[in-house]
């Protein structure tokens, strides 16, 4: 359980692993129909306890909602601290359907990464062409709602770098995490389902995916979000 009156905006490795796995199942009760969040083990890393399960969160071949179709008012989370949210309900091969005809159908892996610097949850990502061509930066950003694009340049809660991924030692893209806190203590802060014994921290990474999926057009369920008062 989280204090919210002394708390800092971060999570341990032990709290990370909870919410991931609540996330996931979560995800997989309300999202049928779509790539679904998988656990992916892996070996120690420095800084991780000894009786910690290591590993990631794992949701591969996505293909982002179109943008033309997305619901884009100025309404958005990171400027108005508003989280609003819509199921995606076609797929296809295990993937988010697009349906966008200007541009060539890429594909995305999604990975949420624990850092240890940071003490945050992490979204590392690449993108691809059917063929396995990898996009470059200024590719996905024609693949991402205009609004986001927009915000990615000004904001100061997150922009995208890229970096080693600290689990697969190659360069992937990622949302960088140094507002995470700040826009994580502001968001379960008004929380209305904030008890007096504070906040569980199950509901951490389904309230962050509520801010960074929609980078990507990926929102969260309303059945989700209106879920984790009772995880």
Known sequence: MINISSWDGTLSAA???VAACAFSELWKKFNLALPQWSWIPSSKRPGIPFNHVEGYLSMENVILPSFEQEDY???DLMEKEEYS??????????????QNYCHEVNHYDFHIVYSTSYR??????????SDGQTLLSDK?????PPNSAKLLMKSK????????HPQLNRPWYTLHPCGTTDWMKLLLTNEDSVGQDGVASE???VSWF??????????IPFEMLGNIGTL
């Open 210 to 219: 509520s801010v960074v999926g929609q980078v990507f057009g990926l929102k």
């Open 15 to 17: 709290e990370f692993y």
């Open 203 to 205: 509901k951490y990474m």
């Open 120 to 129: 945050v949850p992490v979204l590392y990502f690449r993108a691809y062409r």
């Open 73 to 75: 008012q100025g309404d």
């Open 140 to 144: 996905i950003e024609k693949d991402i």
């Open 85 to 98: 949210c819509s199921n995606v309900d076609e797929f296809i091969d295990d993937a988010i359907l697009v």
């Open 157 to 164: 809660w997150t922009f995208i770098t890229q970096e080693e």
